[in-house]
């Protein structure tokens, strides 16, 4: 059973659109993560949120929590070709377990 | 570059031969994961230290694999008896556990993709 579930699995679209990733659950999370990885690298982390309801910006980037704390979202605005990657979140149910990971949204944004 | 460091970053080997991959954890971070990555899925979770003492491992590691973190430092992954199944990407990742604060950020490696022939 995947306690993250993430959507769109694939997502292909012209760069200087905007697009949203979702990464929902059942499970109650005391903080969540977003990560990005390119092809035979590890992931690299964009962002951690921790408060329902919490926002945060990382230049074109926006991260929202939900107020439950059990599902997020990644908005990226006019997207760039350097945009490109396996985007993934992760959860932990508490502050001291492992992170439950989707299994990404795979984005490509085509000049 | 003062990152979690995996080595090596590449290993093809023949089915039933042992393989030991290693991590080197940010300097100052306490705790210290391994996850495994197949193609099309996101990591999940094998084991993980606190120091020297491994506190957690998952059903995914099977007898044929063993980690340890001997000093606290770094830490290596060892897996026997290669099956095909064994290929994937070895991911580390590394954080700093505080007492009272209920949330830790953990920083990957660039991981160790195994190949078994």
């Known amino acids: 059973t995947q306690l993250l579930e993430q959507s769109p699995q694939f997502l292909s679209i012209q760069e200087g659109e905007n697009l949203t990733v979702y990464c929902n659950s059942s499970s109650v999370f005391s903080s969540l993560q977003w990560y990005r990885q390119e092809p035979g690298e590890g992931p690299v982390l964009l962002v951690t949120?921790?408060?329902?309801?919490e926002v945060k910006k990382l230049k074109r980037l926006t991260f929202q929590f939900g107020d439950a704390r059990k599902d997020s979202s990644l908005h990226i605005t006019a997207a760039q070709p350097g945009d490109t990657g396996l985007y993934l979140c992760a959860g932990a149910r508490s502050g001291n377990t492992p992170l439950v990971f989707g299994k990404g949204t795979r984005l490509s944004v085509i000049a | 570059d003062t990152g979690v460091s995996q080595d090596p970053r590449h290993k093809i080997t023949k089915r039933g031969q042992n393989v030991t991959f290693r991590c080197d954890p940010i300097?100052?971070?306490?705790?210290l994961y391994w996850y495994r990555q197949t193609l099309g899925q996101g990591p999940e979770f094998l084991t993980y230290?606190?120091?020297?003492?491994?506190?957690?491992k998952s059903r995914l590691l099977s007898d044929r694999f063993s980690a340890e973190r001997p000093k606290g430092s770094f830490s290596t992954l060892e897996i026997q008896r290669t099956e095909q199944g064994d290929s994937a990407m070895y991911l580390c990742?590394?954080?700093?556990?505080?007492?009272?604060?209920?949330?830790?950020?953990?920083?990957f490696g660039p991981g160790t993709r195994l190949l078994v022939l």
């Open positions: 230290f606190q120091n020297e003492a491994q506190l957690e």
């Open positions: 990742a590394s954080s700093l556990a505080s007492k009272g604060i209920n949330q830790e950020t953990q920083y």
């Open positions: 949120v921790v408060t329902g309801g």
């Open positions: 300097s100052e971070h306490n705790r």
